[in-house]
């Protein structure tokens, strides 16, 4: 049996993972990057170049990092969809509530709240990334932030404008709305 080398792990990715990962995502990043900036010029292309290379450089990183663990599963991801009219809805409530304090009507129940959430185990790293799609998708709506998820009281923890239901794609990343 060969001695095991001091600092390998069984599980460390690959060159050819590092090849693989750094290819997929620089062009990704440079494509987002162009839609950011809606513009072909020159000054816009060489620092989309840049800042494409340096977080694909930084996804290696990360994927290297022992404690990287994030992977969610398609299916969170795609959650995303419902993210553009949740801040059209977010938006909107915001804007009535505006207009209502503005001319003396009812006030915003404006308040921390707390929902039950199925955290799934702490260890698991499509667990966690399902919970940080949960924060950052949900956090993303104009009238809601959420302050974190409890995993251990299995409880999400956020704040919203106005009391509202907890929204199906938040519901859909585990929360679990009464």
């Not at 060489?46 to 404690?67: F, K, M, N, T, W």
Request: net charge neutral; with cysteine.
């Amino acid at each position: 049996m060969a001695p095991h080398q001091h600092g390998a792990s069984e599980n460390a990715p690959t060159l050819q993972n590092f090849a693989a990962l750094f290819a997929t995502w620089v062009p990704l990043l440079f494509g987002c990057w162009l839609i950011f900036v809606a513009t072909f010029s020159k000054p816009e292309l060489i620092v989309g170049s840049v800042v494409a290379l340096l977080g694909g450089v930084a996804l290696c990183v990360i994927e290297r990092a022992d404690d990287s663990h994030f992977r969610p599963r398609l299916r969170n991801w795609a959650e995303v969809i419902w993210v553009p009219w949740l801040v059209v809805r977010g938006t909107y409530e915001i804007l009535v509530v505006s207009i209502r304090d503005l001319f003396g009507g009812k006030k915003a129940v404006s308040a921390f709240r707390i929902t039950r959430f199925d955290a799934g185990e702490s260890g698991d790293v499509h667990d966690t990334g399902r919970r940080v799609l949960a924060v950052l998708y949900t956090t993303t709506t104009p009238n809601t932030i959420v302050l974190g998820i409890n995993s251990s009281e299995r409880v999400l923890v956020f704040h919203e404008i106005d009391h509202s239901a907890v929204s199906m794609m938040t519901r859909n990343l585990g929360a679990i709305a009464p």
